[in-house]
């Protein structure tokens, strides 16, 4: 059986997990919502919103051992066909995957770079990143067609000798890298501050676009909402403690994004930089840093960019998985052919995000206000993910079976945990996401 093992399993879901949403968004997001407080909040969300989707998606995968579109079938009370409409939410992974992949080749890129000279002033960091973006259509359909071209290498040799092996491999790099960068980290005299910044709580920035962009960013970084932990629960063998390995992927994750928030403000703030930087706080501000350390300053480049690269790749994987998974058993295609049929939907969205950022093609790819690239985000982030997150909890709490949900979870935790687990998934948590979410969309205020 082409089954996961325990640990193939837990590198994999925490490889998935840790991404650009880590590295990349945590810190930057951190930034613009000035510290502590925000830490705080995202934590909670972690824990009680996070977690219990998390747990939940594994406990349906683990059970099914089939694809999302089947689980809804196979595990709801009434087995209605209808629940296979229940998979849409995998298709939120190809778009996903399609600027994730065109941001992973901004990655890829800025590795290359980094073996030259760095720029020594945030403008001509700040021009090369523009320039980048909005003229370099060539160099990056380039980049995005590498990762394109790894991600589909890896999904094409299967969860076990594809996925898996390419997590037991990359995973540890990462944190060695980071590991490495954190000590150089510490060594900075910066670093106290960048604690301080990030654990002493400034409220003043706390409204409800920091709550939603807390339990957005949890969401993300925990990988929820397209069936990725599903389907790759339906790969965990049977017997194994589903609900020990979400509290151990959770932990993982939720350590790295703060040891990365924790090296990226020590850099900051070390060379006396804004921590409200946005979106460019890597590719603008980073660099710059980077550029005052001389050949050092080069080293960490490589590796920091390296390590963004191998956490977005095992990431990468785990969005096209679920609707491939669902491509095979539910129309009977073989994994080369759902592959090339996935591999080419996403390789050409991707195509038309980056466009929509260039200065050549961003008008006619602007629809209401919003870029391709931003649609994309906003379909996925704000809409399929938070509404397959509210269907997952309510399927759960009243479409399955109670006492089967009660014996499994009861042959890992007490009942009391199982309780306190049931009510969050039942009521709690599908509320706190859909009033975020009409929030988020604008309907009520
Ligand atoms: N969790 C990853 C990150 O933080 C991204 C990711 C991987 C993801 N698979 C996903 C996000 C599935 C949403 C859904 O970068």
Known sequence: MNKFSRIGFIFAAAGSAVGL???????????????GAFVLVYLLCIVFIGLV?????????????????????????????????????????????????????????????????????AELAGSGFNQLVSEDIG??????????????????????EGIEKINLILMPLLGIILFGLLAYALSLDSFSKAVSFMFSANWSKIDENALLAALGQAFFTLSLGIGTIMTYSASLPKNENFIKSSFYVAIVDTSIAIIAGLIIFSFLFEAGAQSSAGPGLVFISLPVIFGQWGTLGNIIA???????????????????????????????????????????IFYLLGIIALLSMSNAFKDSLTFFG??????????????SMPIAAIVTCLFLGFFVDKQTIQNKFTQHVSIGMFNIWYVLVKYIVPLAITILLLNKLGVIQ
Not at 72 to 77: A, C, D, E, G, M
Not at 140 to 160: E, N, P
Not at 374 to 382: G, K, L, R
Request: proline content about 2%; aromatic content about 16%.
């Open 53 to 121: 989707v998390f747990i939940a998606e594994s406990f349906l995968g683990q059970s099914s051992e089939v694809n999302v579109s089947s689980t809804f079938i196979k595990v709801s009370k009434s087995k209605n066909s209808n629940w296979k409409y229940g998979g849409f939410m995998v298709f939120a992974g190809l778009i996903i995957l399609s600027f994730y992949s065109v941001v992973l080749g901004w990655i890829l890129n800025y590795i290359v770079l980094s073996f030259g000279n760095l720029p020594n002033s």
């Open 21 to 35: 949403g880590n590295i990349w968004k945590f810190p930057y997001v951190t930034g613009e919502f000035g510290g």
């Open 302 to 344: 490589i590796s920091f960019f390296s390590a963004l690269l191998f956490a977005g790749i095992t990431s990468a994987v785990s969005m096209i998985e679920p609707v491939l998974m669902l491509f095979i058993e539910r129309f009977n295609m073989t994994r080369k052919k759902a592959v090339i049929i996935c591999g080419s």
């Open 370 to 383: 919003k870029n391709a690239f931003d649609w994309m985000d906003f379909i996925t982030s704000s809409v």
């Open 139 to 160: 160099l990056q359909i380039v980049f995005h067609s590498i990762v394109a071209l790894i991600t589909i290498f890896i999904v094409l040799r299967g969860i076990k």
